[in-house]
């Protein structure tokens, strides 16, 4: 899987609260479309208007800290990023990004490097990111087989619908 974007730069510290305020939790209830127009509002306003498919964030440490709403992972996605590549990440929040299909790379040296608006490209199969304007390279490890499986099929509910089970369970037919 090799994906290529433009990057928005972000800090440390970036909770799902700044991805997507706690306040509109429950304009999910019937419709999540309507979160989008909200999505990252205080940290880059009018991010919705501005991303395109296939933009990828880079970011400090502690991505995704805080609650465990599945909202901030599934927005970013569904906005068009393709990835998000960070120092570390919440683990709740990794998790949820994995299961929803969202690739989600811990480097150490990108995102030092990386300035708004730089081209990266992630190649997760040969495991490397790459500040192409910069040309910077960072080696990455490759994601486990079933978490690659979970990608590429769009997260573990589109796995399951397509496969009849997760990866990581043997059929036991």
Known sequence: ???????????????????????????????????????????????????RPGDIIVAGRNFGKGSSREQAPRLLKMAGVGAVIAKSFAHIFYRNSINIGLPVIIAKTIPDVTQNGDIIEINLVEGYVKNITRNVVEPIHPYPKFIEQLLNAGGIIEYIKRYGRPPWRESTG
């Not at 899987?1 to 997507?20: A, E, F, P, V």
Request: aromatic share 10%.
């Open 1 to 51: 899987m090799i994906k290529q974007g433009r990057c928005w730069k972000l800090g440390d510290n970036i909770s799902t609260d700044h991805i997507i305020s706690g306040k509109y939790k429950f304009e999910a209830i019937n419709d999540i479309n309507r979160m989008l127009v909200h999505l990252l509002e205080e940290v880059i306003p009018e991010f919705y208007k501005l991303v």
